[in-house]
């Protein structure tokens, strides 16, 4: 079966660090980008970070720049997201996702989804 | 970065409405414009990409239009299953999505 699942989600506190993992199955991962979206509660989705195939470029939204460090283990079939220095607003259901037309990011498949709470 | 603008934030409609989405972009992406759908306490399933080209087996009453900076998105007869809320999604620079708009039946 074609799927992408999450793990590592915590309740964290402000300043803390967690890293999140994606295990894909059912299609050969080394041969598409990946992304981590993110939704906090009640809220809509925002984009947080991509890696190419091959994991040679990476790329962040702003509010994460220095502080999260997107990865992949190709010979696992996982993508990481490590999230350091976190903040209550980093608050969210956090969604890998494949990119099937990198770099025209069009996400043909998602995970579940891995909740992380940061507060003290 | 380029923003997405959805409207309207929420809408209710009776089962067999034609129901229409408008998504503005704050500069020109062609047709680099994909539609999702996120049903609650579920992940998102994309449905159109490229602005109008539907996904494969999603339902033909689901459509895309637009280009530039304007597009539409249009649920022909709504069905109960369809409740849900929708996002837009531009795919020229790093993604950006709208803020999504609540379909709810009457």
């Known amino acids: 079966e074609v799927q992408l699942l999450e793990s590592g989600g915590d309740l964290v506190q402000p300043g803390g660090s967690l890293r999140l993992s994606c295990a894909a199955s059912g299609f050969t991962f080394s041969t598409y980008a990946m992304s981590w979206v993110r939704q906090a509660p009640g809220k809509g989705l925002e984009w947080v970070s991509a890696?190419?195939?091959?994991?040679?470029?990476?790329y962040y939204v702003n509010s994460v720049k220095g502080r999260f460090i997107i990865s992949r283990d190709n010979s696992k079939s996982t993508l990481y997201l490590q999230m350091n220095s976190l903040r209550a607003e980093d608050t969210a259901l956090y969604y890998c996702a494949r990119d099937r037309r990198y770099p025209d990011d069009v996400f043909d498949l998602w995970g579940q989804g891995t909740l992380v709470t940061v507060s003290s | 970065d380029i923003h997405m603008t959805q409207s309207p934030s929420s809408l209710s409609a009776s089962v067999g409405d034609r129901v229409t989405i408008t998504c503005q972009a704050s500069?020109?992406?062609?047709?680099?414009l994909n539609w999702y759908q996120q049903k609650p306490g579920k992940a998102p399933k994309l449905l159109i990409y490229d602005a109008s080209n539907l996904e494969t087996g999603v339902p033909s009453r689901f459509s895309g239009s637009g280009s530039a900076t304007y597009f539409t998105f249009t649920i022909s007869s709504l069905q109960p299953e369809d409740i849900a809320t929708y996002y837009c999604q531009q795919s020229i620079g790093l993604p950006t999505f709208g803020q999504g708009t609540k379909v709810e039946v009457k």
């Open positions: 890696v190419k195939d091959n994991g040679g470029a990476t």
């Open positions: 500069q020109d992406i062609t047709t680099h």
